[in-house]
């Protein structure tokens, strides 16, 4: 990783300039720099993150400048056969949800700059798809909304649409970390009777009472998934 001076383009039809105030550092991000997974290269990577509109193009709705906005790595285009279905994820438009290297937004010295997730916040501007930024309050703290980009809706999404938790369940979550602690405040969001908070750091599993968890369980404990049977009287649902 290093700084540079990058050159980035005017916003054309749909897409939005903004000035980013804030990025979060996502586990994920740390995986591309290693090389774990791959992506072209040169790019600037980020994707977790809260700024300000400072230019619209041609037909931007969404958005005006001023507006606060967190981004969104799931960029659609709003009306493919999955959009218009409310499965905006894995909108099949490639001419917006653009595969990695596709997109011609940024340059260094003069030659094209991956831009990473259609979004690339590690960096003074982003400029993107008006569809890859929501609009939040002006009064919410931008360092605290860069975090519902990625590791809060990433929490909330497993509870809501992977295990599309009801009312009155029994849950267990294992890890009280960013996304643990969204997944823990979700779960209490729907209507979990009862939730275990489960990890190796005291003061996370003090932080997971405040997010919503009812119980706590030392995940060194060699007898915790006996303890856990017990006290919910056959387990978690």
């Not at 400072?54 to 960029?75: A, Q």
């Not at 569809?131 to 860069?146: C, G, H």
Request: proline letters at 4%.
């Amino acid at each position: 990783m290093t700084i540079e001076h990058v050159e980035i383009n005017k916003p054309k039809r749909n897409e939005v300039l903004v000035r980013t105030r804030v990025s979060g550092l996502c586990h994920s991000d740390l995986h591309f720099m290693e090389g774990k997974y791959p992506t072209p290269v040169p790019a600037v990577l980020g994707h977790e993150a809260a700024g300000v509109v400072e230019e619209v193009g041609e037909d931007v709705t969404h958005v005006k400048p001023g507006d606060h906005v967190i981004t969104c790595l799931s960029v659609f285009c709003g009306h493919c056969e999955f959009c218009v279905t409310g499965h905006q994820t894995i909108c099949s438009n490639t001419a917006i949800k653009m595969p990695p290297g596709k997109a011609k937004r940024l340059r260094w010295k003069g030659e094209h700059l991956n831009q990473f997730l259609n979004l690339s916040s590690f960096a003074e501007q982003m400029l993107v798809h008006e569809n890859a930024v929501v609009k939040i309050r002006e009064d919410m703290p931008l360092d605290l909304a860069a975090l519902l980009g990625c590791g809060v809706l990433t929490g909330y999404g497993s509870v809501v649409h992977s295990a599309r938790l009801e009312p009155g369940t029994i849950v267990a979550v294992l890890g009280c970390g960013g996304v643990g602690l969204s997944t823990i405040h979700a779960a209490h969001l729907a209507g979990a009777a009862r939730i275990i908070a489960i990890d190796i750091d005291a003061n996370k599993l003090q932080m997971a009472k405040i997010f919503g968890a009812t119980d706590n369980m030392d995940a060194k404990d060699p007898d915790m998934v006996a303890k856990i049977i017990e006290m919910t009287q056959g387990g978690v649902h």
